[in-house]
């Protein structure tokens, strides 16, 4: 078990080298401040693709073989539902974040309906179908490891990339009237920073390792794993892309 754990956890640690992490829409979230309409467009994609997290840990749970990995996926599961308090599920503390990010942007009341209402981008569609068919009971023969690597990659891009949009976040606390007003609304992010992504790192490797009983399930895992962080990249890349667009727009008017 401890060297089925070290395996994994080096493939986990690939991450960290990966194009869903090290993208340029990162780099445009931590450089400066960015315009309303720059930021709508992240919320809106960001906001599509994250309120389905919970489903997706959910969809991992009816894959899972192994009761113990099962255990381990609802601890998580139950932590994206906010431990029994649905005001501090993660899409409400995402949801409350991001509503009131734009509303201070906009100058204006900025509604829920004009979140999820308003228009998403092609690559965020095939982000969001292509992780459908990663966590998807299939008939296809893959093993149930293929989706403990996707949540492996879930999980583990996660803590990363929480920390890169609290940072990014920060360059809008001009927006708040005093320092005390932008933490209270971080609510969302120390959340995932100080604690739930940490156990859900560990919780994703114990639960591919039980999962994992020879080599064709390490290669389901790694291949699911692998996939996940490339459908990623893509996402982040159109959104990216989006908003660069919207520059050479600008600059054409
Ligand atoms: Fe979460
Ligand atoms: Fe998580």
């Not at 899972?64 to 649905?86: M, P």
């Not at 990659?153 to 009237?177: D, K």
């Not at 859900?200 to 994992?212: F, G, P, Y």
Request: hydrophobic share 40%; proline share 2%; net charge negative.
């Amino acid at each position: 078990m401890n060297n089925k754990k070290k395996v994994i956890e080096a493939l986990a640690h690939t991450v960290f080298d990966h194009g869903a992490l090290s993208n340029p829409f990162y780099r445009r979230w931590l450089s400066t401040p960015m315009k309303f309409y720059e930021v709508e467009i992240f919320a809106r994609n960001y906001w599509a693709r994250t309120c389905r997290t919970a489903t997706m840990v959910a969809l991992s749970l009816l894959r899972a073989k192994h009761l113990s990995a099962r255990v381990e996926i609802v601890k998580n599961l139950y932590s994206e539902l906010g431990c029994g308090d649905s005001a501090k599920a993660h899409s409400v503390l995402l949801q409350n974040y991001l509503l009131d990010l734009l509303s201070r942007l906009a100058n204006r009341t900025y509604t829920l309906d004009e979140l999820g209402a308003g228009q998403i981008l092609p690559s965020t569609h095939v982000f969001i179908e292509e992780q459908d068919a990663l966590y998807a009971p299939d008939g296809l023969g893959r093993p149930s490891s293929y989706v403990l690597g996707a949540l492996l990659a879930q999980e583990w891009l996660a803590y990363s990339m929480l920390t890169r949009l609290y940072e990014g976040a920060r360059n809008y606390q001009h927006l708040y009237t005093n320092n005390d007003e932008f933490h209270e609304r971080c609510e969302y992010f120390y959340i995932h920073i100080g604690d739930a992504e940490k156990e859900h790192k560990i919780q994703s490797v114990t639960a591919a390792a039980l999962e994992c009983d020879n080599e064709e399930d390490l290669i389901g895992l790694t291949t699911g794993f692998n996939r996940f962080l490339d459908i990623t990249e893509n996402y982040w890349n159109g959104i990216s892309q989006a908003i660069e667009g919207g520059h050479a727009l600008e600059s054409n008017a």
